[in-house]
């Protein structure tokens, strides 16, 4: 099976499991989203947005259950970076990674950030494609302080979560509009990211080369 096709019978399976699981199917595939990143959150939460306006749930409990959903995750991954250690978990997502379409260099990209802008990235990253799964890692890695690396997991995950939402309740019935921007602002985030990156090794280079002249 073709990368695509499984991608896009994934995204009827999420459907499935969020028109009928209720909220129980919602935190469930929230959840799932956090450590499968390829199960994406843009259709998860608009459609749940979208239904929203025939009651079945509403913007404040979508935004609490995928808040919670996304926090289980995000611990399943601080704990696995805090026990595995840097090497160890290279060495697995190289071994693993596969599997969940993960890279070491998915890695590399996530620790580069929370190297870069400390704690402050687990709040922003969460609204980031494939990096708000990964920045866990790093996290734990790095012993981060548990209760403020959920502070910033919740309050992040919350805003995507209502912010997503609530676009779909707008939108309704044309919510999949969202999944198309998504794709295109991922596709900008990611490309600014590796610049900013090239950039800032760039920077060192000159700099060390500076000092060895």
């Known amino acids: 099976m073709q990368l695509g096709n499984l991608l896009d019978n994934l995204k009827v399976w999420v459907e499935n499991i969020i028109s009928t699981g209720g909220y129980p199917g919602l935190y469930f595939v929230m959840f799932l989203e956090n450590v499968f990143p390829p199960i994406p959150s843009e259709v998860v939460l608009p459609l749940a947005g979208s239904l929203s306006l025939t009651g079945r749930f509403s913007i404040p409990l979508i935004t609490i259950v995928g808040m919670f959903g996304s926090l289980t995750g995000a611990f399943l991954f601080y704990g696995l970076g805090k026990w595995l250690g840097e ?6 997502i190289a071994k693993f990674g596969k599997y969940a379409l993960l890279s070491v260099e998915d890695f590399d990209k996530s620790k580069d950030w929370f190297d870069k802008y400390d704690e402050w990235v ?67 985030v990611l490309a600014v990211t590796l610049l900013a990156i090239a950039a800032f090794v760039t920077h060192r280079l000159v700099r060390k080369k500076k000092q060895a002249s």
């Open 122 to 188: 687990i709040f922003f990253s969460r609204m980031v494609p494939i990096v708000r799964s990964l920045i866990s890692i790093p996290a734990g890695v790095s012993s981060m302080n548990l209760a403020k690396f959920s502070v910033y997991t919740i309050l992040g995950t919350a805003l995507w979560s209502f912010i997503l939402s609530y676009a779909g309740r707008l939108l309704g019935e044309q919510w999949p509009i969202i999944t198309d921007f998504i794709n295109t602002y991922q596709n900008v």
């Open 87 to 92: 090497e160890r978990v290279r060495k697995f």
